[in-house]
Every structure is written in structure tokens, then in C-alpha cells.
């Protein structure tokens, strides 16, 4: 059975950072590709940032794009989010999700085509 845990979330002021953890766990029948999305209340989750099975593609939105990066440990089943230069508007659950190929392609921004997900961490940017 396949598991995803994160951890790192937390509290954090304007402008600081965290780190969070992703552990994958289990055995998937193909390589994934692992993205980050994050979902306030009352809203869809949103895509944060998606990375291949090997890190040689790396997608960020638009709105996180040159303060978050994406990253990932094959060797430890494990991949970061590091999030820099927070903002209020980061505020958010953020979730890691797991991407099979589907017809020997991955869409690393499309919600709907991840096929395992973590319960999330919260993350609470104050001003």
C-alpha cells in the first residue's frame, strides 16, 4: 500500500521559510512523478509545483515561482518543498501527491491525474 507523510508545515511570519517533507512509502508499480498543491476553505487545491520521476523537469506556479522550489531524494523516497519568502497569501493545507504515467505520460499539473495524495500539513503565513 502506497503512503505519502509530510511534515513541515507550521507558523511562520512574512518573508520567512520552510522546509517541507514528502516520505513515500510502499511500492508504486511504475515511477512517479511527485507535485505539491495546496487548498484553502472552500476552494479546489490549487497547483503548487511538480517535479519527474528523475528531477530533470521541474513546473512551479506562477504564484510561487522564484520563492518555492521543488526538489526530491529517489535514493530516500523523498521530496521538499522549500519555501522561501513567504507571504500571507501562501496560507494554505499544502498536500503531496504522487503521479503515475497514464498512457506512458505524466501532466504534473493536473490534479485530477495524481493518483496518491497525503493527508496534508498546514501552513500559516501571518503579516
Known amino acids: 500500500q502506497v503512503q505519502l507523510v509530510e511534515s513541515g508545515g507550521g507558523s511562520a511570519r512574512a518573508g520567512d521559510s520552510l522546509r517541507l517533507s514528502c516520505v513515500l512509502s510502499?511500492?508504486?508499480?511504475?515511477?512517479?512523478?511527485m507535485g505539491w498543491f495546496r487548498q484553502t476553505p472552500g476552494n479546489e487545491r490549487d497547483f503548487v509545483a511538480a517535479?519527474?520521476?528523475?528531477?530533470?523537469?521541474?513546473y512551479y506556479a506562477d504564484s510561487v515561482r522564484g520563492r518555492f522550489t521543488i526538489s526530491r531524494d529517489n535514493a530516500k523516497s523523498t521530496t521538499f518543498l522549500q519555501m522561501n519568502s513567504l507571504k500571507p497569501e501562501d496560507t494554505a493545507v499544502y498536500s503531496c501527491?504522487?503521479?503515475?504515467?497514464?498512457?506512458?505520460?505524466?501532466?504534473?499539473?493536473?490534479?485530477?491525474?495524481?493518483?496518491?495524495w497525503g493527508q496534508g500539513t498546514q501552513v500559516t503565513v501571518s503579516s
Open positions: 510502499g511500492r508504486t508499480s511504475s515511477p512517479v512523478a
Open positions: 517535479i519527474s520521476v528523475s528531477g530533470d523537469k521541474i
Open positions: 501527491a504522487a503521479e503515475l504515467p497514464h498512457s506512458g505520460s505524466y501532466y504534473y499539473d493536473r490534479m485530477h491525474e495524481y493518483d496518491y
